[in-house]
């Protein structure tokens, strides 16, 4: 006879919220709900489930906060089936790494890794319209800015290039971690300091390889997109972390001023 590994013994209960929380997206699969389909009625859920209608009540709330559903009150009102946005489930997963101290270095350690695979795998279906929406956004930063407005509209116009490229991969997962890990870079405090300072920016090899990027995605040459996407990523991430490191430098400069002034003042 089998005996029972002890280690699960010991594993904690779930809520039973949690798992009616399961059960209804379960639910929505296998009944093949869409957006504005409506879930059974709250005392029907609560006979389905064997539930208490403030358990049911909290389950349905934990739907409503995930963006699974919305709930309605009123005449017609109910429990409906939302379709979750791709900014709002961005904006959760920004809430869950708030407090994480996110660095530049961690965001292009994933950059490096996933952004050539997005590059190959958009190749093959990326069509002549989307190739001339990249040759457009190039066309907003292919120039000095000629004000901080500018400046900033270019740095967010070179990350939407990525952006756009995602679109066309074949994997959606692999493309919305993409165009996540640009939105953290857009609201990363420190990435925004960078943005706004008037640095010189590698302006003319970005462009080169963003160009040699639609070369090899017209002719469908998937091997050479990703070679040249590694090798962008690879030279962003260094000049991003000497922008950081000349930033740092800066305000300790600035912050060590005002005491040595102090200093030669004192009697």
């Not at 120039?143 to 509209?153: G, L, V």
Request: proline share 5%.
């Amino acid at each position: 006879m089998n005996e029972i590994d002890p280690a699960l013994t010991d594993l904690p209960r779930r809520k039973r919220t949690d798992e009616i929380v399961d059960a209804i997206k379960r639910m929505i699969v296998e009944h093949g709900l869409a957006p504005g389909d409506r879930l059974p009625q709250e005392r029907d859920l609560i006979t389905q489930f064997a539930a208490s209608k403030g358990t049911v009540r909290e389950a349905l709330k934990a739907l409503e906060v995930q963006g699974l559903i919305s709930v309605r009150t009123g005449p017609g009102g109910g429990a409906f089936i939302e379709r979750m946005s791709e900014g709002r489930a961005m904006s959760l997963l920004s809430n869950f790494l708030f407090a994480k101290n996110l660095s530049i270095a961690n965001i292009y350690q994933m950059r490096k890794a996933l952004e050539p695979l997005i590059a190959a795998s958009a190749t093959p279906h990326i069509d002549e319209a989307g190739l001339n929406r990249l040759e457009a956004i190039i066309s907003v930063y292919d120039h000095e800015p000629a004000d901080a407005a500018e400046r900033w509209n270019q740095r967010m116009a070179e990350l939407d290039f990525h952006g756009v490229v995602a679109e066309y991969a074949d994997n959606p997962i692999l493309a919305f971690t993409c165009r996540f890990l640009q939105r953290l870079l857009k609201d990363l405090a420190i990435a925004q300091d960078i943005y706004v300072q008037p640095e010189p920016v590698l302006r003319q090899s970005g462009i080169e390889h963003q160009r040699d990027l639609i070369a090899a995605m017209r002719r469908r040459d998937a091997d050479a997109a990703a070679a040249i996407l590694a090798e962008h990523m690879a030279e962003a991430e260094q000049h991003m972390l000497g922008l950081q490191a000349r930033l740092v430098d800066r305000f300790l400069s600035e912050d060590a001023a005002p005491r040595r002034v102090r200093r030669r003042r004192a009697p």
